[in-house]
Nanobody
Framework: QVQLVESGGGLVQAGDSLRLSCAAS????????MGWFRQAPGNEREFVAA????????QHADSVKGRFTISRDNAKNTVNLQMNSLKPEDTAVYYC?????????????????WGQGTQVTVSS
């Protein structure tokens, strides 16, 4: 079992940056493939980024490619999402997720554990 807790969300203006972190207790995150998803009001949960267990392979949604970067810090047992050039359409609750697979990819069904989410609001 692993508990995930996201942090770093907030209210920012368009063009600003935020860094989300996902901390774990109970297990080391290096044992899992990791992913970030987001959900805006009235929308389904949407894939943002994924990172393999080794950290070698990654995948980013087209909507965030070139602006967001997923990474892991094994020393701190965290997975991060660096978000640059934020846009109002990035406004959502952001969730981190852990998968027992080598690489979870973009399907929420591939992930076994989820955090409670952190709100990101981008004003225009």
């Amino acid at each position: 079992q692993v508990q995930l807790v996201e942090s770093g969300g907030g209210l920012v203006q368009a063009g600003d940056s935020l860094r989300l972190s996902c901390a774990a207790s109970g297990r080391t995150l290096s044992s899992f493939a990791m992913g970030w998803f987001r959900q805006a009001p009235g929308n389904e949960r949407e894939f943002v980024a994924a990172l393999s267990r080794s950290g070698i392979s990654n995948q980013h949604a087209d909507s965030v490619k070139g602006r967001f970067t997923i990474s892991r810090d094994n020393a701190k047992n965290t997975v991060n999402l660096q978000m640059n050039s934020l846009k109002p359409e990035d406004t959502a609750v952001y969730y981190c997720a852990a998968s027992s697979r080598y690489f979870g990819g973009s399907s929420p069904a591939a992930y076994d554990y989820w955090g409670q989410g952190t709100q990101v609001t981008v004003s225009s």
